[in-house]
């Protein structure tokens, strides 16, 4: 496993001495992955600990990075908040919008890239906080409330929210598919 680590920041390393002119460089360096069922024992540690609403934020964005084995979604070191994953994934390179999920095109590619390995997340742009879920491994399952075949998820709700939950299907964390966007890392 440490080999895999150097190795990796080697690569990472390669990449953004390459990266020339005056674009922005995107570095990318793996770390160990973590299972979703333990970053939900994690994310219900950091519930059960915190001082107040503002202390477990920043776990969407942790969760997501830990869960692909990528350092991402950060400012200055620190996880983002997760009401700034949308602004942050919509400017940077790094991610791109694969579409909305009343295409089941972008459903299937959502969940083809989650089981390859590639960070998906869907963002419902609707809501005030852009909440955000993670894509997860798995096989994706017919939605008679969206019509669609939908793809699994896990989703990390701010303190006073909905219970957290992991390995259900994208429908259970929305009512319905208006505003929810697919995003992927590159």
Not at 60 to 65: E, G, L, N, P, Q
Not at 67 to 94: H, P, Q, R, T, W
Not at 131 to 147: D, H, N, P, R, Y
């Amino acid at each position: 496993m440490k080999n895999t680590v150097i190795i990796s920041s080697i690569v990472a390393t390669i990449i953004m001495l390459t990266s020339c002119g005056g674009n922005e460089t995107v570095e990318t360096i793996n770390i160990e992955k973590e299972s979703i069922e333990h970053l939900l024992e994690e994310y219900e540690d950091c519930q059960s600990s915190a001082e107040n609403s503002m202390d477990c934020k920043d776990f969407t964005a942790k969760a997501i990075s830990k869960y692909y084995g990528v350092e991402d979604l950060m400012v200055d070191e620190k996880y983002i908040d997760y009401n700034d994953i949308y602004e942050f994934v919509a400017s940077s390179n790094a991610w791109r919008n694969m579409g909305d999920v009343d295409e089941q095109n972008v459903l299937n590619q959502a969940q083809k890239l989650a089981n390859e390995g590639v960070p998906v997340i869907a963002i419902n742009t609707d809501d005030e906080h852009k909440f955000t879920v993670l894509i997860v491994a798995g096989e994706q399952a017919s939605s008679s409330k969206w019509g669609v075949k939908v793809p699994v998820c896990a989703a990390f709700f701010p303190k006073n929210g909905p219970e957290p939950f992991i390995n259900k299907t994208l429908n259970y964390a929305w009512g319905d598919a208006d505003g929810i966007e697919i995003w992927a890392r590159n």
